[in-house]
């Protein structure tokens, strides 16, 4: 071939529509796509200022005092106003200051189940997908087990056997958590076993704690934080049932299902007691859900 | 505005962009390109080179919020189709022009019957010429132009589900979609391309009967310049979004004047050279022996676990593979050739029979730790075998760490890079960044890296374009002689394997039909289906068609059609 077009070394004439995408820096390009989807971009400030409030709550709350055991039987019933934006609940506390204090333990709840959770489930799912076989058989049909069961009677079970308390509320939905993880990744692991990389790898010597860790779960990583960042919403969710029905976080902590389950008892002349807990609980979950279907779009993946 | 014109469609200085983040990309730069009634012009380019881009700006299937015309007009029969509203544009679609399906895996729901797929569009452009008619004469209708490609049992086909029927079949379903209306120029974008190369061939037989019959114009995309040879009159060739040269056929096959459709021609494998240099290699001994070797896959067991149905996927097979030579195993998708291969490597189980390496039992063989990944492989496609989320570097290092045990990895990266010619600084890159080429490059230099003595090749070029696939073949070729390489190369590109292979094997429907020294096997075929099959093979010159083994149309077709 002697012609006078100027060419690359080794053949690397081809012509690669990548070219002009490689000038800007992949974090860009993907914060761009993110920032097309304004409800994404809705549900990221939502989530943002949530966590924001739980970490400064001191100091943001108007009231902080009165996250505890405070009681001021004066201003107790005292409807929204420019004072107390929330109202006042039973003992004359401050609501706003209380949902403040809320969303600490919503998020502690949060991190502490999805932690426990959402590994298991995600190994569990990959090593049955990956072993086939009896592996495969026992751990999914115990996981379809704990599928069949009302997710809300086990918890119940589990905290009723323990003690009701915050930690005791996480294992119980940890516990009924995992099962979604290791359904969704064993179907997605399922097919990512099937790729040639896995046989290749596999050719390449590599033992099967490396292909399990390092060829398949870098792959499953999109669908993972989408199905964590949707599950967020439902764990607070679950979390607020549980504590409605007296079994989740203990008083006087401020649980926004506590405050809710407190608040209906003066329903509906005092209705600002169950209903602004119940809005801010409305609040935070349709932050991570804005989050996770911005998510689920931007990484284009079946959840 | 309206020009007067004879050409059915014209493009005149088109300057394309598309628009991406952070600006616009042009695509297309400056292309002009006409067709006239009744005229077959072919559209020729390799991947990313813009061609689909134009056939779908002409039947105007692009997303109008993504691209930018930036100069320069369309004119169809005279008219300016960028002035023309919407629905003006619309209307022109089965009326003026249709397009061809190109993959008829994925171009059908397959919830549908075909019979739907076609009513639907059969509804659709009767709106649009406002036929009113009823199911009844539709169906006729439909029935009708079945037959025109050629399925005969119409009634079967409508009513049938798309996997029902063979790739081929699916494929005559799409240019009938494309009929269904009386339509000026079709547009057939790399019509077959994913069919085995007989059915390929009927297909195309099929499309030059009725553009010749129906008097339409032909607009062919593709990458095959085969193909072009075949079924076009004049040929336009595209690189990296501009028109480089064009010309009748004729002209260009037999003087490329620009200097990429002369590189692109010098890449395509000859299927036969007018100088043959019959190199003999000298005499190796025997590497691998296939004693009788029969697999079956169970397709349906029982409760208890005991075998109701099965495919007989590899009848029994004999032959050997020489040590240091390169052996070819052909045939077409389905004859068994991957299976075989696979339990070469170790990879599936024979059902009987007995491997033997280096005159050891496989198993035997295999239980020595330097024997145990002495078998590498390089798959079909490179985007699939290589984890997109690993880097090069990562990659390589798997190999070089639990087989070779080296401990100064990063230098023998480096080494390897250099061995499969890519530039140092790739190993840390994500494949994404890379070609498809570089990534293939990757793999073998993956491969390598494990120290193998047999490489088994599994059309490792059949996803890369046919000057990648030239380079990547001179590659294999320089490794083997550096390394002393076996290469078991499987594919169904006949002419590729003519010029890399030492000996040939044929496959067909799990039944190795013939195997000898490369210049035997296609000077000299004896099988019926092996002549078939080198007669279906596209090729570029008048010369090559002549050396093609003669066989009968219904000798093939007899051959072709032959039950399991």
């Not at chain 2, 208890?304 to 099965?310: A, D």
């Not at chain 2, 991957?338 to 280096?358: D, K």
Request: hydrophobic residues 40%; contains cysteine.
């Amino acid at each position: 071939m002697n012609n006078n077009e100027p060419r690359l070394p080794n053949g690397l004439d081809e012509f690669s529509m990548t070219t002009a995408s490689k000038q800007y820096s992949n974090i860009g390009r993907a914060w761009y796509r993110f920032s097309r989807n304004y409800a994404a971009v809705i549900g990221l400030i939502i989530v943002c200022s949530v966590i924001l409030m739980a970490i400064f709550a001191p100091l943001i709350a108007p009231n902080p005092e009165h996250a505890g055991s405070f009681v001021n039987f004066r201003a107790r019933h005292l409807a929204p106003s420019w004072e107390h934006w929330m109202g006042t609940d039973n003992v004359g506390r401050d609501i706003f200051s209380r949902v403040i204090f809320g969303y600490q333990v919503s998020l502690a709840l949060v991190v502490g189940v999805l932690s426990l959770s959402v590994p298991i489930g995600v190994l569990l799912g990959i090593v049955a997908a990956y072993a086939g076989g009896w592996v495969e058989q026992t751990i999914m049909r115990f996981n379809d087990m704990l599928l069949a069961v009302p997710p809300l009677a086990l918890a119940l079970a589990i905290t009723s056997i323990l003690e009701p308390s915050l930690i005791n509320a996480m294992i119980a939905i940890s516990f009924l958590w995992w099962n979604w993880h290791c359904r969704l990744i064993y179907q997605l692991a399922k097919s990512i076993v099937t790729e040639d990389f896995v046989e290749a790898a596999k050719l390449s010597g590599a033992s099967h704690w490396h292909i399990i860790t390092k060829e398949i779960l870098p792959n499953c990583v999109a669908a993972i934080s989408v199905k964590t960042t949707l599950d967020a919403g439902f764990v607070i969710l679950f979390g607020a049932t549980l504590s409605f029905l007296g079994l989740g976080v203990q008083p006087p902590t401020p649980d926004l299902g506590t405050m809710v389950s407190t608040g209906s008892n003066y329903l509906p002349e005092y209705w600002w007691e169950a209903i602004m807990p119940g809005l801010a609980i409305l609040y935070i979950i349709l932050g991570f859900n804005l989050l996770g279907d911005g998510l689920r779009d931007f990484f284009d993946v079946e959840v | 505005m309206t020009v007067e014109s004879s050409n059915l469609v014209e493009i005149k200085n088109l300057n394309l962009s598309f628009k991406v983040y952070g600006g616009t990309k042009q695509v297309l730069h400056n292309i002009s390109l006409s067709i006239a009634p009744g005229e077959r012009v072919a559209l020729i380019g390799e991947s990313g080179s813009g061609k689909t881009v134009t056939s779908k700006l002409l039947i105007n299937t692009l997303n109008p919020e993504q691209i930018q015309i930036e100069s320069g007009d369309i004119f169809i029969q005279g008219k300016s189709a960028l002035t023309m509203s919407k629905e003006q544009r619309e209307a022109l679609k089965g009326s003026v022009m249709s397009m061809i399906q190109q993959d008829p895996q994925t171009s059908f729901n397959p919830v549908f019957r075909i019979g739907t797929h076609l009513l639907d569009i059969m509804h659709s452009g009767d709106k649009n010429l406002g036929i009113k008619q009823s199911k009844t004469e539709q169906k006729e209708r439909i029935f009708e132009v079945l037959r025109k490609v050629k399925l005969l049992d119409p009634e079967r086909v409508y009513n049938a589900y798309p996997w029902q029927l063979s790739g081929g079949m699916r494929q005559r379903v799409l240019i009938a979609m494309a009929l269904l209306h009386p339509t000026r120029l079709l547009i057939a974008d790399e019509p077959g391309t994913a069919l085995d190369v007989t059915t390929q061939n009927e297909i195309i037989k099929l499309i030059n009967q009725l553009v010749h019959d129906e008097q339409l114009s032909l607009l062919m995309v593709t990458h095959n310049l085969g193909v072009v040879r075949k079924t076009a009159d004049r040929v336009y060739v595209m690189q990296h979004g501009r028109i480089v040269e064009h010309g009748t056929v004729d002209d260009i096959f037999a003087s490329p004047s620009h200097p990429y459709t002369a590189r692109l021609f010098d890449s395509v494998p000859k299927l036969f050279h007018s100088e043959e240099s019959v190199e003999d290699k000298p005499e190796t001994p025997v590497l691998v022996r296939l004693i009788d070797v029969e697999k079956r896959f169970a397709t349906k067991k029982n409760w208890k676990g005991s075998v109701i149905n099965e495919v007989l996927a590899v009848k029994p097979t004999s032959l050997q593979i020489h040590k240091g030579e390169t052996f070819g195993i052909a045939g077409e998708s389905g004859s068994g050739k991957t299976t075989l291969a696979r339990m070469i490597m170790g990879l599936s189980e024979l059902t009987s029979g007995n491997i033997t390496i280096e005159n050891k039992h496989l198993d035997a063989w295999r239980l020595n730790n330097e024997n145990r990944y002495s078998i590498q492989m390089v798959h079909q496609n490179p985007a699939a075998s290589i984890n997109p989320r690993r880097t090069i570097a990562q990659t390589l290092n798997v190999p070089l760490k639990h087989i070779a045990k080296v401990t100064n990895r990063k230098q023998e990266i480096q080494r390897l890079l250099k061995l499969v010619e890519l530039p140092p600084e790739y190993a840390d890159m994500y494949p994404s960044n890379l070609s498809g080429g570089q990534k293939q490059r990757v793999a073998i230099a993956r491969a390598l890296a494990a120290n193998p003595k047999i490489l088994v090749l599994d059309e490792p070029t059949s996803a890369l374009d046919v000057s990648v696939q030239k380079s990547v073949i001179e590659l294999l070729e320089k490794l083997q002689r550096q390394l002393g390489l076996t290469y078991i190369f499987i594919s169904h590109d006949l002419s590729l394997m003519r010029n890399f292979c030492d000996r040939v094997a044929v496959m067909f429907r799990g039944e190795l039909l013939e195997t000898g020294t490369t210049q035997d096997i296609f000077n000299k075929p004896t099988q019926r289906y092996t002549k078939a099959l080198i007669r279906a093979i596209p090729v570029i010159s008048d010369e090559e068609e002549r050396h093609k083994p003669k066989i009968s149309d219904e000798d093939a077709l007899q051959v072709l059609q032959q039950k399991y």
